[in-house]
T-cell receptor, first 115, second 113 residues
Framework: AQKITQTQPGMFVQEKEAVTLDCTYD???????LFWYKQPSSGEMIFLIY??????QNATEGRYSLNFQKARKSANLVISASQLGDSAMYFC????????????FGPGTSLSVIP | DGGITQSPKYLFRKEGQNVTLSCEQN?????MYWYRQDPGQGLRLIYY???????QKGDIAEGYSVSREKKESFPLTVTSAQKNPTAFYLC????????????FGEGSRLTVL
């Protein structure tokens, strides 16, 4: 069965510093997609970044980059130059394998940015 | 503006009552989804739909029902058979079932009194 693991329930980072949020995934299929979402306290889920399993380069979107290590089944999110508005829950998600019509989510990591 | 609209944002229900959560999208997306989120947890898939008049059970479909009579609309009914319905419900859509990121609504928070 496919599974997403996020081992950091809570993280703290100083404003303007970089932070890495961990995500590991489990699938036996070679074709899959990985996503990161941000959920502020308002509850809405905001799409941040996408990485396809066949993409040769790590995905980047502004201050967000995805450190994709396929052999280790790792897709860590790196946020550079943290801002107070980055304080939120962050979810790693995957679409693929035997369940390409579904997107499954990890348990999330709560990030707090300290001024 | 294109997007997904969920209503109501907050809903209170007495035990034994059915309640329907609305989800409308104007993104022209084929696929729509319902997720449930409990405090401090990730999202769990309830139902999803690829096209009109077709939908599939997700991982926690028991006690829920859906319909997809129009492409734009995917309402979720929380029935009295759902043992623990108090949760945050999120509706999402994607261009098609097998690809693309999910676009989410703002969510509906259901509380059973």
């Amino acid at each position: 069965a496919q599974k997403i693991t996020q081992t950091q329930p809570g993280m703290f980072v100083q404003e303007k510093e970089a932070v890495t949020l961990d995500c590991t995934y489990d699938t036996s299929d070679p074709s899959y997609g990985l996503f990161w979402y941000k959920q502020p306290s308002s509850g809405e889920m905001i799409f941040l970044i996408y990485q396809g399993s066949y993409d040769q380069q790590n995905a980047t979107e502004g201050r967000y980059s995805l450190n994709f290590q396929k052999a280790r089944k790792s897709a860590n999110l790196v946020i550079s130059a943290s801002q107070l508005g980055d304080s939120a829950m962050y979810f790693c998600a995957m679409r693929g394998g035997t369940s390409y019509d579904k997107v499954i989510f990890g348990p999330g990591t709560s990030l707090s940015v300290i001024p | 503006d294109g997007g997904i609209t969920q209503s109501p944002k907050y809903l209170f229900r007495k035990e034994g009552q059915n309640v329907t959560l609305s989800c409308e999208q104007n993104l022209n997306h084929d696929a729509m989804y319902w997720y449930r989120q409990d405090p401090g947890q990730g999202l769990r898939l309830i139902y999803y739909s690829q096209i009109v008049n077709d939908f599939q059970k997700g991982d926690i479909a028991e006690g829920y029902s859906v319909s997809r009579e129009k492409k734009e609309s995917f309402p979720l009914t929380v029935t009295s058979a759902q043992k623990n319905p108090t949760a945050f419900y999120l509706c999402a859509s994607s261009i098609e079932l097998s690809s693309g990121e999910l676009f989410f609504g703002e969510g509906s928070r259901l509380t059973v009194l």
